[in-house]
């Protein structure tokens, strides 16, 4: 038992002499305190580290964001990802569109540099007008987006839903009123249903992470 308590004060002894010669006079910590600090995606601490847990909980988000920004995007900063995307979804829709036109107008030709050409030509022919056709959609739509939000003050679906029956009112305004009156309820209906997808996790009780695109 002698031998044994000589062990522990020399061990003892060595562990102030490690601790003075790293940091010195380094704080220790009963279990008890250890087990009541939540070390949430961290691997255990060694007891022996001198090192306080409670100063690695970070209470606060990993990243710094200039004074007054949001989280998230806004319209303004997605509106350039939303042209563009539409533009490029256009054009692979009308050159998919165009090559099936291509085919059906040219089937009674035999495969051969001329009906390569024509095809080629309505692929062409139709991305271009589809993307122009898309991207302007896009673009009607980021533009009362952004308006509205700064008119309002605020984000949300309302703008969102107005932002989407405006732009089918104006694309389709070249119709008369019956034009207008048909656009703005498709304009209606698909804003809506984006926002009823941006809100179903919402509806549901069910708790999303990720981050709203409007």
């Not at 009308?94 to 024509?118: I, Y």
Request: with cysteine; charged share 15%.
């Amino acid at each position: 038992f002698i031998n044994m308590d000589n062990n522990s004060q020399g061990s003892g002894g060595l562990k102030a002499g490690l601790g003075g010669l790293f940091g010195g006079g380094a704080p220790e910590y009963s279990n008890t305190e250890l087990a009541g600090v939540p070390l949430t995606g961290m691997s255990p601490l060694s007891p022996y580290l001198n090192v306080d847990p409670r100063y690695l909980i970070q209470d606060t988000d990993e990243f710094i964001l200039p004074t007054g920004a949001n989280k998230t995007r806004g319209r303004f900063e997605l509106a350039f990802f939303t042209i563009g995307g539409s533009c490029m979804t256009g054009a692979a829709l009308g050159a998919v569109n165009g090559f099936r036109m291509g085919l059906k107008e040219t089937r009674d030709m035999s495969w051969s540099k001329p009906r390569n050409v024509q095809i080629i030509n309505m692929v062409t022919r139709q991305g271009a007008s589809w993307a122009n056709s898309l991207g302007s959609v896009a673009l009607l739509y980021s533009v009362f987006g952004v308006a509205i939000e700064k008119a309002r003050g605020a984000e949300d679906d309302i703008n969102t839903v107005a932002a989407g029956t405006l732009t089918g009112m104006l694309f389709k305004s070249g119709g008369g009123l019956k034009g207008v009156a048909r656009g703005g309820l498709v304009g209606l209906a698909l804003s809506g249903a984006y926002a009823l997808y941006n809100n179903w996790d919402h509806l549901t009780g069910s708790s999303s992470s990720s981050s709203r695109l409007y």
